[in-house]
């Protein structure tokens, strides 16, 4: 079993920046991916980010060149530096892991992913 706890998210103005963080713990040894997701009210849950174990990245278009995903091994934790935030980007941020390869690049499918935190709640005012 992998434990997953975001952290980072709050209230800030269109044009601003924030970090989300999402500590993992247990087997974290058997994670092959770990990915960002967010979902609106309303909407489905959308795939941002994705990081494999190796440190090929993909993004979705919605946010090619202004997040940024990353992982710290040593510390267990997983990153998205969010920059120049739009009040569309506004959701619950959820941050999922996969235990096994081979998401036939369906990465940003929440099916691909047996794990997922309880998200943290980001909020873009215009």
């Known amino acids: 079993q992998v434990q997953l706890v975001e952290s980072g998210g709050g209230s800030v103005q269109a044009g601003g920046s924030l970090r989300l963080s999402c500590a993992a713990s247990?087997?974290?040894?058997?994670?092959?991916?770990m990915a960002w997701f967010r979902q609106a009210p309303g909407k489905e849950r959308e795939g941002l980010a994705i990081?494999?174990?190796?440190?090929?990245?993909y993004y979705a278009d919605s946010v090619k060149g202004r997040f940024t995903i990353s992982r710290d091994n040593a510390k267990n934790t997983l990153y998205l530096q969010m920059n120049s935030l739009k009040p569309e980007d506004t959701a619950m941020y959820y941050c999922?892991?996969?235990?096994?390869?081979?998401?036939?690049?369906?990465?940003?499918?929440?099916?691909?992913?047996?794990?997922w935190g309880q998200g943290t709640q980001v909020t873009v005012s215009s």
């Open positions: 247990g087997y974290t040894h058997i994670t092959a991916s």
């Open positions: 999922a892991a996969a235990s096994k390869y081979g998401d036939g690049g369906l990465w940003y499918l929440p099916r691909s992913y047996n794990y």
């Open positions: 990081i494999y174990t190796a440190g090929g990245t």
